[in-house]
């Protein structure tokens, strides 16, 4: 099984502030790496697709890079509405898996 | 328009059984997987197993084998996650997805909530 590590954890971060989420793959999942954003009480969402593909109508403040065991979520100038837990997931092979999270709050 | 659409929140006793269901429209049902995932209180997201509607082939996550049991009904569209016997570490929010597997996870149920107490 993949396993997907996260970091941070939780990060507080000030409004226009940048934020980077990292997520690395225990193997090479060469870009099948996702990324979703998930607000309270919602259904998670679909950020980012295959590393750094953007996805219709998500805001362009939103990027991915990587590719291999190493990858990164980026939030260019952070806004109120991005408070969330965003995930990695990874399609590379079965069992699918998901990273454990991380949540960030607005400062 | 594709739709996911879950059955109600449920609240159950330990011990007893339980079977929730997705019914899926807007799209050929055999053209994708149907997934599981279950994210505990405060918790992350963690996969549970996916099938395709088109021959039931299922595929289960290890932390999952043999305690819940995934199913479909091809001809109404639904899937379905089932357990012979709740016990209180099933509290959780169930959401099932559209996957091919190989993709990202493009629609999402809207979860059904199991709370198991007694």
């Known amino acids: 099984e993949i396993v997907l590590t996260q970091s941070p954890d939780f990060q507080s971060v000030t409004p226009k502030e940048k934020v980077t989420i990292t997520c690395r793959a225990s193997q090479s999942i060469g870009s099948s790496l996702h990324w979703y954003q998930q607000k309270p009480d919602q259904s998670p969402k679909l950020l980012i697709k295959y590393a750094s593909q953007s996805i219709s109508g998500v805001p362009s403040r939103f990027s991915g890079s990587g590719s291999g065991t190493d990858f990164t979520l980026t939030i260019n100038s952070l806004e109120a509405e991005d408070a969330a837990a965003y995930y990695c997931h990874q399609s590379s092979s079965l069992p699918l898996t998901f990273g454990g999270g991380t949540k960030v709050e607005i400062k | 328009e594709v739709q996911l659409v879950q059955s109600g929140a449920e609240v159950k006793k330990p011990g007893e059984s339980l079977k929730i269901s997705c019914k899926c429209s807007?799209?050929?049902?055999?053209?994708?997987?149907i997934g599981w995932v279950r994210q505990m209180p405060g918790k992350g997201l963690e996969w549970m197993g996916i099938?395709?509607?088109?021959?039931?082939?299922?595929r289960y996550s290890p932390s999952f084998q043999g305690q819940v049991t995934i199913s479909v009904d091809k001809s109404i569209g639904t899937a379905f996650l089932q357990w012979s016997s709740l016990k209180a570490s099933d509290t959780a929010m169930y959401f099932c997805?559209?996957?091919?597997?190989?993709?990202?996870?493009?629609?999402w149920g809207q979860g059904t909530l199991v709370t198991v107490s007694s």
């Open positions: 997805v559209r996957t091919t597997v190989t993709t990202p996870v493009d629609y």
């Open positions: 099938i395709y509607p088109g021959d039931s082939d299922t």
């Open positions: 807007g799209y050929s049902l055999t053209s994708y997987w």
